[in-house]
């Protein structure tokens, strides 16, 4: 249902590299134009520079990471920037460890808050953006990541409205899943999450699950 390409080396591949691209400009318009033609939405993995503004003049849809990354530090220019926002693609930024399950590698610690610098640029610009969390990459992102990488979104100026937009009908939207995810509709998947306290008052909320619904089915429920 997605296409993804592996536009820049990973932090966690040997012999990849995130400062270089792996596909040029004219492969990855080829991609995007063949996976829209067949109605399927197109991800690229993006860290450098070079490979996030290729990936959005190919018109990509999501951009995973983008981190800016050069050899040095990180540096997001005005006119990638500004074309991210005018593409209509989503980023998909990796926020959220779980205090205490280890520490977050020094190459990236190192560079953490211009990143979070970058995409905060990014969420003033009017990009949309979600919650791509990296989960099960580390003891620190463990599979239930997801609430901490919500409230790590406040830190880029969102709002906790923004922030659960984000989680819920933006990723949605970017998954091509409109209409069965992400929203209380009729017609839609009966997927509930309830929680105890306020998270429109107080995004931490989101920590304490009461009950889930999944494809309306109770599949947790309170006391």
Known sequence: EVVTVM???????PGSSVHDSQYGLADLRLITT??????????AHVHNPRSIADAVAAGV????????????????????????????AVASVTVGDVPGRGDVPASIARRLEIMIDSWARLH??????????????????????????????????MTNLETLRAATSVAADTCGLTGRKGRLTPGADADLLAVTGKPLADIHA??????VMRGGRWVRCGD
């Not at 063949?34 to 197109?42: I, K, P, S, V």
């Open 7 to 13: 536009v820049s080396g990973g932090h966690l591949t």
């Open 206 to 211: 989101v920590h304490d699950v009461a009950a």
């Open 34 to 43: 063949e996976a829209h033609r067949l109605g399927l939405h197109t991800a």
């Open 61 to 88: 849809d999501t951009l995973e990471h983008v981190t800016f990354r050069i050899p040095d530090g990180v540096e997001a220019d005005a006119a990638t920037v500004d074309a991210i926002a005018e593409s209509g």
């Open 124 to 157: 003033r610009h009017g990009v949309r953006i979600v919650p791509g969390t990296d989960a099960g990459v580390s003891p620190s992102k463990p599979h239930d990541v997801l609430p901490y990488g919500l409230t790590a979104l406040g830190g880029l100026g």
